[in-house]
């Protein structure tokens, strides 16, 4: 059974920074792809950035150029770095690996971006 743990949201300033982490109960290596996804109050899950096997990353437009994703594969851990916050990049942050013989989901981290 894979279980992910987020930890790493809180409340912070408009244009300051959080750290999400998201470890994994086992290796990461056999996950295609992993990312992040967050849900607001009324409205639908969406996706934040996704990094796979590859390497190659994805980012939603709304947070390119502020966001980063990274993956350590010896700590079995990704990352996402979130710097110059807005106030809606409010939501409640969810990890999310997926393989061919699964797809999970972490409990998932609020993040509130407010003055």
């Known amino acids: 059974q894979v279980q992910l743990v987020e930890s790493g949201g809180g409340l912070v300033q408009p244009g300051g920074s959080l750290r999400l982490s998201c470890a994994a109960s086992?290796?990461?290596?056999?996950?295609?792809?992993m990312g992040w996804y967050r849900q607001a109050p009324g409205k639908q899950r969406e996706l934040v950035a996704t990094?796979?096997?590859?390497?190659?990353?994805n980012y939603a437009d709304s947070v390119k150029g502020r966001f980063t994703i990274s993956r350590d594969n010896a700590k079995n851990t990704v990352y996402l770095q979130m710097n110059s916050l807005k106030p809606e990049d409010t939501a409640d942050y969810y990890c999310n690996a997926a393989r061919p013989t699964g797809n999970y989901w972490g409990q998932g981290t609020q993040v509130t971006v407010s003055a």
């Open positions: 086992g290796s990461i290596f056999s996950f295609t792809v």
């Open positions: 990094i796979r096997s590859s390497g190659s990353i």
